[in-house]
């Protein structure tokens, strides 16, 4: 039934997909502007090395041979970008400055990303909120307004937390990978997707009661995370298959979106995808905690175990 619920309410919520969408095209827009920033006077600075003036003219005069059909020479050129790529590594690591002022800046870019991309889920998830206590069809901007100052703790707190766990993924992941490589080429991939799985799946259940605990159980940025680290709605086997099964479906319906037109669809199905992640977790909150709410504007679930709300109570979301 939650399953069912939860297409009910992404449904009922799709608009939200196109806000949320604008949001983020607006903070990658310019994410991508400033990494450019920096980007482009550290290449400038090597347009004066050797080594990389060499992987350039290697690089252009491959692609033009492949153009006009002459394939003869590829193994050459790949050889002399290969020897000039090294000796770039190394003339980088003799002159470090440089390269670490520029990776430092374009890692602070990325966090201050995240952080923004943080602050649109937040807010996504008060418009699903909205729309399931109340049929509210909430603006976008307005609700982030009103709550930047919880959804600015909320994204500081989640954006260290998250990226360590990422990073630990990553780290795993390469190790299996590496290991892997031994292996046939499909079972090393298939490794390699079942644990990329396996650990979303893990990172996915003990945050899954956090936003829904802030904006709709009204907890605190931090209480709201203890209650949902500590996993105390239950049902712990049950969200993770959820989200395990979850990503496979949605990894292969991202593909077969990115393939069937070439591209385009993402545009619509990465927000999408997410927005449908995020009614389960409201959907499970609501019904772990006995909470009615709105599927669509006829319909309201009521659980076995109702809480017993005044009608104040229940348009608050409470």
Known sequence: MRFKHTINVLIDNFRVTYKLLVYLLIVILISIGLSAAIIVPFVNRLDNVEYFANIVQSFNTMLDDIVHGNLSGLASYFES???????????????????????????????????????????????????????????????????????????????PMSFVYDVGCATILYLILFFAM????????????????????????????????????????????????????????????????????????????AIGTFGAALIITIPLSYLYLLCYEFVNYCDSNKIKYFTDKRTIVKPELEQETSREQFLRGE
């Open 81 to 159: 970008i290969s020897a000039n790529f090294n000796e770039l590594i190394t003339y980088l690591g003799d002159h470090p400055s440089d390269l670490v002022l520029s990776s430092l800046a374009l890692i602070f870019v990325g966090l201050i990303r995240r952080f923004f991309i943080g602050l649109g889920n937040y807010t996504a998830g008060a418009l699903i909120n909205d729309k399931m206590a109340m049929q509210a069809n909430s603006s976008f901007t307005g609700t982030l307004i009103k709550n930047l100052g919880k959804a600015s703790l909320y994204s500081v707190i989640y954006l």
């Open 182 to 257: 031994r292996l046939p080429i499909m079972i090393a991939v298939l490794l390699f997707v079942v644990f990329m799985i396996l650990l979303m799946g893990v990172k996915m259940m003990f945050t899954t009661d956090w936003l829904p605990a802030i904006i709709c159980g009204k907890k605190s940025v931090v209480g709201g995370f203890k209650y949902s680290f500590m996993r105390e709605s239950g049902n712990s086997g049950s969200v993770y298959s959820f989200f395990a099964s979850s990503s496979v479906a949605i990894l292969a319906f991202n593909v077969l979106a």
